[in-house]
């Protein structure tokens, strides 16, 4: 087994430290060790989205990424979505629009949209297919998860004014 | 689907860096942004004894105008890349060619210097750099050294890197005045890797004939190739459609046999370089011509 590191990073505000060996992955740290199992571990080589997690503000897919890579950063996961029992106005809109239906994919999803609208918060149905094209929903939901997309864009514009 | 077990540096410095490649040659791999790297060591078709994450290293993610030219280190991500004004304003190509590259989850982690060190034959920058004459900069136990993009892909996953050598920057050319350009390639799905691409720069004369030709076709063999014969034709020659048809029924026939697999045949990947570099060669001379 090769040399344990240990690691300090804050994840949705909290922060943590913890002894790693270098081939974790960043999911199965915040899944095993951290038990944050909102974030899914779906293809396990960057393909299909559901592990999705922001590092530093910016989405990117936690099981091509290593927990030793994550050292010093600020991570926020899907958890940090929902306050006091009341879904996050993206959630809210996925919920709406029928933007899930087995849910698998939905953690991902959730946390490329937080980035897009962060960054966007108008964007064209180009841009919102850009940061969808990151993310595959077996379900077939692709178009409902457009809808809950600017849905979401929407509810938190008025929620700003 | 889990990485093999391997041991992990995070040196601070290139010197370091390079270190750490003498000390393990021919067992280390450098870990840049990791979106190539990490599924292989997840799929176990790379088994390195040790990642050398470069990414600790302060000063290496610049983009900057040097000498009218763009130099961008080799840890610089592609999203920032493609966010850059000034790479917007001064180098639409490579801003054109990076949003072809995998999805934005990908560009936010992964590096230009990984993906050319990386040297995928599909992968859009190794593309651009050949077509634009770019130079690459690494550093190994003699000091710097200094490679054209010409010598730097040598074969499937592979490049004029020694494994002791860092690459540390890419610098490209601005193009000259009136030449236009394209980047063209066709994937299944966007993001996905290209079946086929083309890069075409032309540069036009007074009288609307090519003073330059430079036309790069990529996802057809195991390095970016230029379609040399089709650059010969195009050259002194009025740029008009006819001249465009025949310069992709050239480029289609000069490149060797294409890669076959499930996603496309050989046969379909040489049809594709005969039309995108019609089409390549059509959009470029819009440009030079605008």
Redesign the interface.
Known sequence: ???P?RIRLKVNGQPHEAIV???T?LV?LLRGELALTGTHVGC???VC?AC?VL?NG????S????A??A?GAELMTVEALAHDGQLHPIQQAFMEEHGLQCGFCTPGFLM?VYELLQRNPNPTDEDIM??L??HLCRCTGYQAILKSVRLAAQKLGAAQR | MKPPSFEYAAPKTVDEAVALLRQHEGDAKILAGGQSLMPLLNMRLARPGLLVDVARIDGLDYIREVDGGLAIGAMARQRSVEHSQLVQRRFPLLHTAIRHIAHPQNRNQGTVGGSLAHADPAAELPAVALALDAELRAFGPAGERRIKAADFFVTYLTTALEPTEVLTEVRFPQLPPRTGWSFVELARRHGDFALTGVVARLGVDNGGRCSAAQLVLFGVGATPVRARRAEQALAGEKLETPLFEQAGRMASEEIEEPLSDVHASAAYRRDLARVLTRRALTEAASRAAA
């Open positions: 087994m090769a040399s590191r060996e270098p081939r992955t199965d396990e080589h960057g989205g999705t590092w910016k989405a990117v897919r099981c091509i990424m290593l030793v890579q050292d490329s850009e940061t094209g990151g």
